[in-house]
């Protein structure tokens, strides 16, 4: 068996989190329409706990990003590498606030699916730079 190393736990518990945070925006698109259907309070229900599998995920992404930015010496890296990890970063911080401003928007169903649509595509975006960033 290969050898298992903090940079090897570090990584997995990153993308550990990027699985919760867009597996839960996900599930819940998948989930909500029928949902819908099992009355007016199921979707908000069902949100709030997928809520929290989403929120948790993002917040040991947080962690091992930090962590990630402490473990290597970003002063060594090249300008392509500072633009890659400045647009992952601002991916990440629309991602978070789409995802706050769709679960606080209590007007039409499609401004919610418009800016969840927002936070989720930021998320994909902001993981495909994260895998560019770590080869």
Known sequence: MLPV???TVRLFLHVLGAVAWLGAQITLA?????VRRLGPDGPAVVARRIAVVAWVGFALLLVT???SLLAIDVGERTIEYHVTLGLKL???AVSAG??????????TRATAVAVGAVAGGSGVAALFLGV???G
Do not use: I
């Open 132 to 134: 560019l960033l770590s």
């Open 90 to 92: 601002a991916l990440v």
């Open 5 to 7: 190393t903090t940079d």
């Open 65 to 67: 990003g930090v962590w």
């Open 98 to 107: 789409a995802a706050v401003v769709a679960h606080a928007v209590r007007g």
């Open 30 to 34: 998948g989930v909500l329409p029928a």
